[in-house]
């Protein structure tokens, strides 16, 4: 008979345990020393360990030999309590037992001894289904209990155990299992079960787990089934999830106003049988990854893959903080009202992505607030005398580009930088980029990968590309003035366009220039 993966690794010991050891330690110690508290309190998200530890504790305080505050697993009592067969070891389900008789009858079985362990424990799961009266009537029990009895109480949400309860237990929160833990628990698996699973496979099964083991195992069991190698792909086929590849191109399309490629996108989730309630559940996610990358340094936050993470990060740039607000505004109502309205699923979704490229098409708070954050670069730029040029589609010039090398005398800012020489200019190169990208996503592309400098000589600023398409694109009117606009608004001192000069440099003459300095 096939055994399900996660009840087949369920942990054995609280060695075993991935992700609580703040919780394994003091249990194990307090069973090696014989302190074990009359009654505990387990709190904590879905799959996290609160039911396994407690069975790894009942079994720990009624072993014949025990290992350092482990269960040895192999005495007749821990196989008694692993086989179910022992009366003194109780586990049930609050959610179906909810009224008073049902406590009272536990609170007559209380005063027996065990017949066959040292201590008997009653582990009460769902323990918040309790009603008010039950509650009541654990509370003498509770607090003093006799000597063979431990009451180990599992719950999820901790906040609907009445404070009475909690006073008389010693309480425990169990944390979501990390990315990390769950990946390399998962890869162990599979090298035991013989399943070809891959690490970018692992992680995204971990990241859908939202940090639950038993919900991480038997989602890489669904993944196995077709008995294929576990990418990233097929996890995403299987689980109806979008890959990250996916969300950056939707975010795109909002930025550029391609509605197009947006209704595209929705009758593709539609003809594939795919929820697309599920499909904004991952577009709302992505965005959320957008705002932490806008507001914080540190990549790690989010668990990324690098190419996860640089794509991330040049699809923020698109947005500004109020944009991304506001869409997570618009995305968070609909999938809303598409959970009160199922039939309507697709209406709501176009609706939605429209009102995304266009804030003008809704006058919610976060509307006016994105279209003032694209009002306040324009007036910047108007009161320095500079007329706005927004959304310029860039041109490829159809004549062939002249592969004149330009070597102006210049003095890189980043190398000698002083209050003089509008050092700033290198400083805030990512922001100037940044900006540029939200005026236009292609010419945004193309600078990214331009080095910056400054000559206090000359008075210019340059900047430099080791590809001669990149210095000819860049080099057209209209996409100057967007680049110039840009530096404007980021405080550059600057005063016309002609200030501006674009060098192409193959990557050994940008090396002998640094060198010189």
């Not at 431990?150 to 906040?159: G, L, P």
């Not at 909690?166 to 833990?181: G, H, T, V, W, Y």
């Not at 001669?468 to 057209?476: A, D, E, K």
């Not at 840009?486 to 000069?501: F, K, L, R």
């Amino acid at each position: 008979m096939h055994q399900a993966l996660y009840r087949k690794y369920r942990p054995s010991n609280f060695n075993d345990v991935y992700g609580q050891d703040h919780i394994t330690s003091i249990l194990r110690q307090e069973a090696l020393n014989n302190s074990v508290s009359h009654a505990y309190l387990f709190s904590g998200s879905r799959g996290t360990g609160k039911t396994t530890c407690a069975k790894i504790l009942a079994k720990s305080v009624n072993c014949l030999n025990p290992k350092d505050g482990n269960p040895c697993n192999c005495c007749e009592n821990c196989v008694a309590i692993d086989q179910g067969t022992t009366t003194d070891v109780i586990e049930m389900d609050a959610a179906t037992n909810t009224g008073v008789e049902y406590i009272r009858e536990l609170r007559e079985s209380v005063m027996f001894t065990p017949a066959m362990l040292k201590k008997r424990v009653y582990i009460i799961d769902e323990a918040h289904m309790l009603s008010d009266s039950a509650f009541n009537a654990l509370l003498k029990t509770i607090e003093e209990p006799p000597e063979h009895v431990i009451y180990i109480f599992a719950t999820t949400e901790q906040h609907k155990i009445p404070a009475t309860i909690i006073s008389r237990c010693q309480r425990f929160e169990f944390r979501r299992i990390s990315l990390n833990s769950l990946v390399k628990r998962l890869m162990y698996i599979a090298s035991c079960e013989k399943i070809d699973l891959t690490e970018e496979g692992a992680k995204l099964i971990a990241k859908t787990a939202q940090g639950g083991m038993r919900d991480a195992i038997s989602l890489m069991e669904l993944c196995a089934g077709p008995h294929k190698t576990i990418t990233d792909s097929l996890v995403n086929e299987i689980l109806g999830t979008s890959s990250y590849e996916k969300m950056c191109n939707v975010a795109k399309y909002i930025a550029e106003k391609n509605y197009g490629a947006l209704f595209d996108t929705v009758n593709e989730v539609v003809v594939s049988s795919k929820d697309i309630m599920v499909f904004f559940a991952d577009l709302t996610s992505f965005y959320r990854d957008m705002m932490v990358k806008k507001s914080s340094l540190n990549s790690d936050y989010l668990d990324l893959l690098p190419a996860e993470n640089d794509a991330l990060e040049k699809t923020a740039s698109l947005f500004n903080m109020s944009t991304l607000i506001y869409h997570t505004s618009l995305l968070d109502e609909a999938y809303s009202s598409m959970m009160r309205n199922p039939g309507g699923k697709r209406l709501c979704a176009e609706v939605t992505l429209m009102k995304m490229c266009d804030p003008k098409l809704s006058g919610s708070n976060e509307a006016i607030l994105s279209r003032l954050s694209t009002l306040e670069d324009k007036l910047v730029l108007l009161s320095k005398g500079v007329t706005p040029v927004m959304n310029i589609e860039p041109k490829v010039p159809e004549s062939k580009p002249q592969e004149k090398e330009v070597k102006p005398e210049i003095e890189p800012a980043s190398v000698n930088p002083t209050a003089s020489d509008s050092s700033s200019f290198v400083d805030n190169w990512d922001e100037i980029v940044s900006k540029v990208s939200q005026l236009n996503v292609s010419i945004g592309s193309f600078l990214k990968n331009c080095v910056p400098s400054y000559s206090k000589k000359n008075n210019k600023y340059y900047i430099s590309s080791t590809a001669q398409i990149t210095v000819t694109m860049l080099s057209t009117e209209k996409n100057k003035k967007v680049i110039f606009d840009a530096m404007v608004c980021c405080d550059v001192d600057i005063n016309s366009m002609s200030q501006i000069e674009f060098v192409y440099k193959n990557a050994r003459s940008q090396k002998n220039d640094l060198d010189e300095f």
